[in-house]
């Protein structure tokens, strides 16, 4: 695997745990919903404080807490649902859509209440672009293979959520999913043996539909996302 064999090969990387530590409480306890300041503001402050290579493993661990806490919450939810109903619900984190489809009335969409704080529109957008924008970096921090599999839970559930759990598609959310998409090829384009694309993404990629995306603060329809075609252009390569 590339990355092992350069973060033990020659060219070693010098990476400060501590500040990573630092960093990740920063990003976590001065930006979210609470702050009045937009979302894209919000996104900007925290590309330029991830902006080195500490910077990249921190803006890695959001992507991966935040898909591990929406999982994890979804496995909640489908307990509870089982315990109140007697229905059992199956929750794949490769693909996440056919729980939506099935049971999407029954269910909360995770990502607006993460017990991290993360919130979607802020950090976790912030640190996918982080990703994206340093993709060719990865290999000689982390392993790449694993948080493309989280880049994409979290892509899905986005995407179903629009679909199936009456997510608003605004503005931020649509900033969101594009940057998904787009950081999701380029970390697959520096993957030496890049893995087959998950069910969901090939599943919303034969589609050819544009949404309607709302202004954050009011009805107003300000443009559209053809999600389809964002993905077959980023994912196709």
Known sequence: MRWLRQLLGGRRVQLDPGRQQALLADVRHRYGAGLQVR???QV????????DDDGLVVAARIVSEAADEAHADLQAQAHDVHRRTGRRLLVHRRNYR???K?????LRWPLFALPCGLHPYAQVSAAVAVVGSRASRLGQVTD???LLARVFEVLDLTTAGWEYGQVRVDTDAAVLADRLISTAGQVL????DPPRLPP????VMRRN???????????RVVGGINLGARMRESLLV
């Open 102 to 106: 099935e049971a999407g009335p029954a």
């Open 98 to 100: 056919q729980l939506w």
């Open 189 to 192: 384009a520096a993957i030496d």
């Open 44 to 51: 900007e402050a925290i590309t330029r404080m991830l902006n």
């Open 209 to 219: 539909n544009t949404l309607d995306v709302h202004d954050p603060t009011g009805p």
């Open 200 to 203: 969901p993404v090939r599943e």
């Open 39 to 41: 979302f894209p503001e």
């Open 144 to 146: 790449p293979n694993p």
